[in-house]
């Protein structure tokens, strides 16, 4: 195992839990989902690790598995976002392959700036729903107000529930009457899932909450004449998990979690931080997030 892969076991999020542990922790990370299919695929069936110079070079496989492989790799490690990369995630958001598309999604997602925003926006209307999903929850993390209306659309119109919500998440950076209208109308979606995001972003938006009561949300609506003022600093969601019994007895075990932040790009209107047009880069998230936290 390379010093840098050893790096991403210590640093990494969901796709890279437990590769110090071996082969029989690994099956410990199927509440990832895809991903810990991915890594029962790549590490416990051939039971070896690729280099990260080999996982560079599956992003440019002619097999689109590999390529997929290759980008999910290298874009949750903690280079995944240097400029090389970022050019293939870019590339990779018009390949023939679905799955291939969504991986560079997530690539962006991790690593982008706000001038992938509209690379993402693309992908909200693409025939793949996991395509849509992972576009969705990329823009979660970088903030664009053009991206407003198409969320608007995915929210109300998407036949994905999960899109939906995500959907929900994202419209919650958003302070505009038409975000809090959307909202409130998703409190009445069919989904569970949908309802809790929408009401949860109403109350990042208000700092208002009447729960999944939407008569009491129009009244509310209606009747206010500032209804941002209440307004609360949005991040991201990330994932989470408690410590599992072997990370709690074996030092090399702990994971770090990645945790929740402003977008880039996100304009902080109630934290006066932020300089110049209110915009941040990527390496400002952390310190404004500090700041209005």
Not at 133 to 155: C, F, M, N, S
Request: aromatic share 10%; with cysteine.
């Amino acid at each position: 195992m390379t010093r840098r892969w050893m790096e991403m076991v210590r640093g990494g999020g969901c796709l890279l839990a437990g590769l110090a542990l071996g082969a029989s922790v690994l099956v410990a990370v199927g509440g990832c989902g895809a991903v810990g299919d991915d890594f029962k695929e790549v590490f416990i069936e051939p039971f070896t690790m690729p280099t990260p110079s080999e996982a560079a070079n599956w992003m440019f496989s002619a097999d689109p598995e590999q390529r997929r492989l290759g980008m999910m790799l290298i874009s949750n490690a903690p280079f995944g976002g240097e400029a090389p990369y970022l050019k293939v995630y870019r590339e990779a958001m018009t390949d023939t392959d679905p799955m291939v598309r969504a991986a560079a999604a997530h690539g962006l997602a991790m690593h982008g700036e706000v001038e992938d925003a509209q690379r993402l926006i693309n992908l909200l209307a693409d025939n793949s729903q996991m395509v849509r999903w992972e576009a969705t929850k990329g823009l979660q993390r970088i903030h664009d107000p053009q991206a407003v209306e198409a969320l608007l659309i995915v929210l109300a119109r998407d036949p994905d529930p999960d899109t939906r919500a995500a959907a929900a998440v994202a419209l919650g950076q958003y302070a505009e009457p038409r975000v809090l209208e959307g909202l409130i109308v998703a409190i009445d979606d069919q989904s569970l899932t949908v309802n809790f995001e929408a009401a949860r972003s109403l109350r990042t938006l208000t700092g208002e909450y009447y729960r999944y009561d939407t008569p009491a949300w129009e009244t509310w609506a209606d009747e206010t004449a500032a209804p941002f003022a209440g307004r609360r600093v949005y991040k991201y969601p990330t994932y989470f998990r408690k410590r599992l019994w072997y990370e709690k007895v074996m030092p090399f075990a702990k994971r770090k979690f990645e945790q929740p932040d402003v977008p880039v790009g996100y304009e902080l209107a109630n934290s006066g931080g932020g300089g110049g047009d209110g915009k941040m880069k990527k390496r400002d998230t952390e310190k404004a997030s500090k700041e209005v936290g």
